[in-house]
């Protein structure tokens, strides 16, 4: 990036367990929430965003272009554009650089950025031999045509395929993605505890954060349903009583027979949004607004699928190739923690010169990753993972959590489903 | 024809139009002029067997025609008169109906009134599909009734019963609504009429319109009543029980619209025109009709001569970015408000709580109108959408209007002016809906205190059409021009009132309960006060509107009343009572009145009395209205409004007091000449040793109007 871009201000919603709080809320009425909170405390007249753009991955058969249905519904006018983007994990990471881009560019001056994603709503799907058995009987010509054909049901049509396990099955490897994490834990022979140890402590961190408020600047209270029943203000993944204990009775799910990946150990599938706003460092300064921080930096790299879970290796070493960046200086690092066997793979990755040199063409190793630096608030295990929001959970997050600590470098870094990564260098004053 | 201002006649190849465009008004209005100018075309039209087929159209957008010209009813002063104007109209329309070849009114918007009775004397009607079209006879609203034939036509086309439904309640219908009851024979879209005059033409010249006849017919459904003997005088009974249930029987028009259609409605021959012309010439004159026809103007007048610069486009502007602070009931009212009227808002409040209760008073209200079919779900969820709740007051606010509807405490609300002016845009206004601390006092610490007034809009918010903008001392008149310009963009009627405590209608309202009140602690029985108020005309008596507006509440103001007025109200022991013992009213069902009964709790609360006073029932309700008619005075002489008929005004939007009565000093002036000076001495000497205000000195026969004299 020639120059860097200024972040004013970002919100999400609470992040709800999917078949809870959240369920009855729409991804595109979620979405509305931080849009319209962003726009209130910046001030901004929603006439000037140039652009809307949103990650969503799940895009719902109801709004589609969800991007432009969460604008109008925010109360941008008709005339302000809107895009839906969608690089699987990271695509709330996407929408962020996209517009950092057109920005730079000059196509753009000011863009809201953001990401939603309703995991509880993913639809279920008939499978293939019912949807055949509804063509035939949409194009039954007679009602004795029709009785023939109703009498070939079988109980097995009713039988739905969850679009949420397809979703999370790569097409290539034909892994799901809790099987990639199986993968990376005998490759980098990761054990139970290590990763059950991993997330008791993305718990307490969660639990310690909220307890003391460091989420609150970021949240904005969602209603739980368009009833305005009543309102979700903090999120309902971290478990104040998690226990090393309750995490090693868990079953492993992917593998399990001889496995070590449980649900207790992965990321939780959750519903929530969030949106920032973008615009050159200059019309900041113009407009007397003091940045949450600077996007300095970006690089979205890619690997085999069924190693995906490396994603932020690779990233971070492409945007190594920057010769200003480098690890030692980041004072924070945010990396979503899709499974604890994969981050635990990134931090003995990171500093290995072999697989430095091997996978990165690289002679030396990135550096090493300092856990009291990592995921300092916790991370997609305790809070969750809406694969499309994330992205931009973890910016405005590390954002934040700079600021308050004083500190100014972070990295915001994804492994993306699919076998890609992404890295974000992020700046705060 | 020479001279005719008002129509204009287009032929073209196959078929002729004349289209209305009132020459004087933005609406197309029927005029006395304009109907003698129709008359002169249609009679040279009769003669003319060159056309085929005539389309009445509207040259006004959104609008077919408004209806007669009110002012022109007012005018009337005799029975004879009346019933000359209502011939002539019928005259018109008869030769419209006589004419040799098919006609058809072209509806595209409001088509109210003399305009719908024209549209029935047409042998056809097509509405355009816009919302904007609506169909009705309003004319018992204000207090007469169809007639130009509109009694006698309407039934014939879609049935007794559903006629005697639309004139009695003087509700409009829209073009869906106006096709399946048979009213309208074809609903178009906009665009394609053009297209569809020459379908209708063609289906015309091949069956000489009798298809378009028999679905119509098929639409019209025959009242289940009317089907057998003995039927029709069931149906007309029943209407006239819900005519006595909602109006009192206060209201001459609707019984004498019902006496005409159950005279006439089934006979075939003209007679029913004849008596609907009488009807028509009487009710005119009735007192109940006067009063409506004037409260029409002051409502006009309200909307349109209040702005100090009229001109000045820039002090015509409204909000476009509103804040409404507090999500009590009044602020989520508000919100809603704004919500309903397509104007984005933010509702902010510190407690998520009142912020749930705020945004769940909107869904209800939102739920109401999908019930009645007024919008979609997904419309009331973009409105919805259109409140913005926030938890946090944002470091820069770009509003250009705050609504503070916060809690009643001067304190507590000055220093959240004093937090909010920095943070806001230098032009931004604030205003708060307090209903009874004083504006200069809460403006005091402002910076910018000409960009602050009054705005108090009264409770339930959806359904009171009024609202009171109180400039402070130094509020600018720019500032009370946006605030009446976005008043009536909301849909209310403003009324500049001058700062005092209670402003001008609670201010007048509070002697009302406090007198109920008294009366009550001397021995008159709550129930027996709030009958004789409801057979006065009010909407409810005193009992049940404090159980309305909550008595705590009520406790408050009569504190901040009693302060303000102490030789004129007194605390009420009943009520101190009523409030320790956590009688709120409806809000936490701990209530005065039940079912028109005071409840047992309610009574025990009663001081015991020794010697009750003695007091006819039919007394009642000028013991309980003198008060407020020597309060109104006091407001007349020290300026809080410059007009009387803005009192009877404010009272009948704010309170509810009975339209027909023309509001309260109206009525106190037709008790008579110095009747209230002289029922205030003797009352005011017995009470308290006070005498009336001073203004009754100055008036001409102790009357606060001109034409009573």
């Known amino acids: ?429 | 024809m020479k001279n005719i201002r008002n129509w204009k006649l287009l032929s073209e190849e196959k078929w002729s139009s004349l289209v209305m465009d009132s020459a004087d008004s933005e609406l197309n209005i029927l005029t006395m002029e304009s109907l003698m100018e129709l008359k002169s075309i249609l009679e040279e039209l009769s003669r003319n067997d060159t056309i085929s087929l005539l389309f009445i159209e509207s040259g006004k957008p959104n609008c077919f025609i408004a209806g007669a010209d009110i002012n022109e009813i007012q005018k009337i002063s005799s029975v004879s008169e009346g019933e000359k104007m209502a011939g002539n109209g019928q005259e018109v329309f008869r030769i419209l109906e006589d004419l040799p070849f098919p006609t058809c009114a072209v509806i595209n918007g409001s088509c109210f009134g003399g305009g719908l009775e024209l549209a029935l004397a047409c042998t056809y009607r097509v509405a355009d599909e816009s919302s904007k079209v609506r169909l009705s006879l309003p004319e018992v609203k204000l207090g007469i009734l169809p007639g130009f034939g509109g009694t006698q036509r309407l039934p014939r086309i879609i049935g007794e019963a559903a006629a005697l439904k639309m004139i009695l309640s003087g509700r409009n219908i829209d073009a869906s609504r106006g096709y399946k009851t048979g009213l309208i024979d074809a609903v178009v879209p906009k665009g394609y009429l053009p297209f569809w005059k020459k379908k209708f033409f063609m289906s015309l010249k091949t069956d000489n319109g009798r298809s378009i006849i028999k679905s119509r017919k098929k639409r019209v459904k025959k009242h289940p009543l009317l089907r057998f003997p003995g039927g029709r005088s069931i149906l007309y009974a029943a209407a006239r029980r819900e005519i006595i249930a909602s109006t009192g029987g206060h209201y001459p028009a609707p019984l004498a619209a019902w006496k005409v259609l159950k005279k006439t409605a089934a006979r075939k021959n003209l007679k029913g025109y004849a008596l609907e012309r009488t009807s028509l010439g009487k009710l005119a004159l009735t007192r109940e009709s006067r009063h409506l026809l004037r409260l029409f103007f002051i409502d006009k007048e309200l909307k349109k001569n209040q702005f100090i610069h009229p001109r000045k486009k820039i002090a015509r502007a409204m909000t476009k970015r509103p804040m409404v602070a507090g999500a009590g009931v009044m602020g989520g009212g508000i919100a809603w408000l704004f919500s309903s009227r397509k104007i984005p808002s933010q509702l902010y409040d510190i407690s998520s709580k009142s912020l749930k209760n705020g945004m769940q008073a909107s869904r209800k209200l939102y739920r109401g109108m999908e019930k009645k079919h007024r919008l979609t779900t997904r419309e009331a969820e973009l409105g919805l959408h259109r409140i913005t709740p926030l938890f946090r007051m944002p470091k820069q606010l770009n509003r250009d209007l705050v609504i503070e509807a916060i809690i009643e405490n001067s304190d507590v609300k000055r220093s959240f002016y004093k937090n909010l002016e920095p943070i806001l845009p230098d032009t931004a206004i604030i205003v708060s809906n307090t209903s009874s601390l004083l504006v200069s006092e809460l403006a005091r610490d402002l910076k910018r205190p000409e960009l602050f007034a009054g705005f108090h809009f009264f409770n339930p918010v959806n359904r009171m059409p009024l609202v009171e903008i109180i400039p402070g001392k130094e509020t600018s008149t720019e500032t009370i021009d946006f605030l009446i310009s976005t008043a009536i963009a909301l849909g209310k009627v403003p009324l500049v009132v001058k700062d005092c405590p209670g402003f001008l209608v609670n201010r007048i309202l509070f002697p009302y309960i406090s007198a109920a009140l008294s009366l009550a602690e001397r021995g008159i029985s709550p129930t027996l006060i709030d009958k004789a108020m409801k057979a006065f005309g009010m909407p409810m008596g005193p009992f049940v509107l404090l159980d309305e507006i909550g008595i705590d509440i009520a406790g408050k103001v009569g504190t901040i009343l009693e302060k303000a007025y102490p030789d004129r109200l007194s605390g009420s022991v009943f009520l101190s009572n009523l409030v320790s013992a956590g009688i709120f009213g409806k809000k936490n069902h701990r209530t005065i009145m039940k079912e028109g009964q005071l409840t047992r709790k309610a009574g025990d609360l009663l001081p015991k009395v020794s010697r009750k006073i003695s007091l006819k029932v039919e007394d009642i309700p000028s013991r309980l209205l003198l008060p407020m008619i020597n309060e109104a005075a006091y407001c007349l002489s020290e300026g809080i409004v410059v007009q009387a008929d803005y009192i009877d005004m404010a009272l009948i939007l704010g309170t509810g007091f009975p339209p027909f009565r023309g509001g309260l000093l109206r009525w106190a002036d037709q008790q008579g000449p110095y009747w209230a000076f002289n029922q205030l001495k003797i009352l005011l000497e017995k009470e308290n040793n006070q005498k009336p205000c001073s203004y009754f000195e100055n008036l001409s026969r102790g009357l606060f109007y001109e034409e009573e004299k």
């Open chain 1, 1 to 429: 990036m020639p120059k860097r871009i200024a972040i004013i201000e970002g919100v999400r919603t609470p992040m709800a367990k999917a078949g809870t709080s959240l369920k009855n809320l729409s991804a595109d009425n979620l979405g509305t929430y931080p849009v319209k909170e962003v726009l209130a405390r910046t001030g901004i007249d929603p006439a000037e965003i140039d652009e809307v753009i949103m990650g969503n991955v799940a895009q719902p058969a109801h709004a589609a272009n969800i991007a432009r249905v969460i604008a109008l519904k925010a109360g941008l006018p008709a005339s302000v554009p809107a895009v839906t983007i969608h690089r699987n994990c990271a695509s709330g990471m996407e929408s962020i650089t996209t517009g950092a881009l057109k920005i730079s560019a000059g196509q753009a001056r000011i863009i809201i950025a953001g990401g939603v994603e309703s995991m509880s709503r993913i639809p279920l799907l008939y499978n293939r031999e019912a949807v055949k058995f509804y063509e035939k009987l949409a194009l039954a010509r007679s009602p004795g045509q029709r009785i023939k054909i109703l009498l070939t049901i079988r109980p097995r049509y009713f039988k739905p395929e969850p679009a949420l396990v397809s979703g999370l099955t790569d097409p290539i490897s034909g892994l799901i993605m809790g099987m990639t994490a199986e993968v990376l834990a005998k490759e980098f022979s990761i054990s139970r505890e290590e990763q059950d140890d991993f997330a008791l402590i993305s718990h307490q961190r969660a639990i310690h954060s909220m307890e003391a408020g460091y989420f609150s600047e970021e949240i904005v209270p969602v209603p739980v349903d368009t009833e305005y029943s009543s309102f979700l203000e903090e999120d309902i993944g971290p478990r104040k009583g998690q226990s090393i204990e309750a995490l090693a009775r868990l079953r492993p799910v992917f593998n399990r027979k001889g496995g070590t990946v449980t649900v207790g150990n992965s990321c939780q599938i959750t519903d929530g949004a969030a949106a920032l706003i973008l615009m050159s460092e200059d019309e900041a300064e113009k407009r007397g607004f003091t940045p949450l921080g600077f996007l300095k930096d970006f690089a979205y790299a890619a690997l085999d699928p069924e190693r995906m879970g490396l994603g932020p290796v690779y990233a971070t070493a492409k945007l190594a190739e920057n010769k200003k960046f480098s690890l030692e200086s980041m004072d924070l690092i945010e990396m979503n923690e899709a499974f604890a066997a994969q981050i635990i793979a990134n931090e003995r990755a990171f500093p290995s010169v072999k697989f430095a040199e091997k996978f990165l063409s690289r002679k030396e190793a990135l550096g090493t990753i300092d856990r009291s630096r990592l995921n300092v608030n916790g991370g997609a295990i305790a809070l969750g993972h809406p694969v499309g929001m994330t992205g931009t959970r973890i910016v405005i997050h590390l954002l934040k959590e700079l600021k308050r600590r004083g500190e100014h470098q972070g990295l915001a870094t994804l492994c993306v489903g699919g076998g890609q990564g992404a890295a974000i260098w992020l700046e705060a004053e």
